[in-house]
């Protein structure tokens, strides 16, 4: 068994002459230049009784230089040979366990045998940090918004409380799109769209009967289809801009009207910056000239694909001064998130 003994030294005692010297009589404990060194041995085992292999056993007793230190064998032995008489500690340590400690006194010549060392479970106190990438942040700030509903059922996903929120990647810009576009709630919206143009016989071309309201309700769904993913994910992800409506929620009325009105034409950059709303005003104009594939001849045509786009931005707008003025207080459990002073407009 391998172990490290630390050197110490003795100092001889000084004899005298002199008949006085000659006479003395020593006391029943033995002189320190008499005494003889000593042995300590010992096991380190766990509370199962199994021997501990590599268990560091230091042993120490009065002097700085009265020091040895040995590591426990595959029995979990240790052995000090040249041990100085005297009081003496054991200190065994060893990683995951607490330390253990022993204290004797060894006499001139010994081998003491120690009672088995018995190590216990260290009592560990961690703390565990999560860190979250952007990523997964953005991911959490998208199931906030898909919890978003006015009056407990209507989506109303494509708007964030969150004045700081992280940018979306591709990836969950489509998502969030294709949550929108497969809603079953947006479904019957789309149904009730098309019931009132049936009934106000609006695209006079479609007819009316279980035809015509087909008819309806697929040129309803397929302008919510691709104006959602053009303008919700395809062009904000080419263009790296921010699909969401970042609400203000703090100034003034007129700072918040001005800023929900602006919004219509602006937006957040993926880069935190405003810059004009591409991807928006472009969707509206892909999914009206889209739309003249399906819609009747006398509803189709350049003006009106650029008309529909300018009335889209005035309904954006409109949409906005409810988001921030009205809709928040119908969406019931509404995220709360601190404000910050920088990023308005």
Not at 180 to 187: G, H, K, L, R, S
């Amino acid at each position: 068994m391998a172990h490290t003994q630390y050197p110490f030294t003795e100092r001889d005692t000084e004899r005298s002459g002199g008949d006085a010297a000659k006479n003395a009589v020593l006391p029943p404990a033995q002189s320190a230049s008499q005494q003889m060194p000593g042995s300590i041995r010992g096991a380190v085992v766990d509370g199962t009784g199994a021997p501990v292999v590599g268990a560091r056993v230091r042993l120490s007793q009065e002097g700085p230089a009265l020091l040895q230190e040995v590591l426990s064998d595959e029995q979990g032995q240790f052995l000090f040979v040249r041990v100085v008489p005297g009081p003496f500690q054991l200190t065994t340590t060893v990683e995951g366990f607490a330390t253990a400690t022993f204290s004797g006194a060894l006499d001139s010549g010994d081998d003491y045998l120690v009672p088995p060392m018995t190590l216990v479970l260290a009592a560990t106190s961690s703390e565990v940090r999560v860190t979250m990438t952007r990523v997964e942040l953005a991911e959490a700030e998208i199931k906030d918004e898909e919890k978003q509903r006015v009056l407990g059922f209507v989506p109303n996903f494509y708007v964030t409380y969150d004045p700081s929120a992280l940018p979306l990647n591709t990836r969950q810009k489509f998502e969030l799109a294709w949550k929108a576009t497969v809603d079953p709630v947006n479904f019957g919206l789309v149904g009730a769209t098309a019931a009132i143009q049936q009934a106000t016989d609006s695209f006079h071309g479609y007819g009316q009967g279980a035809e015509g309201f087909a008819k309806r309700y697929g040129a309803s769904y397929a302008d919510l289809l691709t104006g959602t993913f053009i303008g919700g994910a395809i062009l904000p992800s080419l263009l790296r801009q921010d699909p969401r409506y970042f609400y203000k929620g703090t100034g003034s009325k007129k700072s918040r009207l001005l800023y929900a009105i602006a919004n219509a034409v602006i937006c957040k950059g993926d880069n935190g910056h405003w810059q004009a709303n591409y991807s928006s005003m472009l969707g509206g104009l892909a999914a009206g000239g889209i739309s003249n594939l399906y819609y009747p001849s006398t509803d189709r045509g350049a003006e009106l694909t650029f008309e529909n786009a300018a009335i889209g931005i005035g309904t954006t707008a409109a949409a906005n001064v409810l988001q921030e003025f009205v809709i928040r207080r119908l969406t019931p459990h509404a995220p709360s998130y601190a404000p910050v002073g920088a990023g308005a407009p």
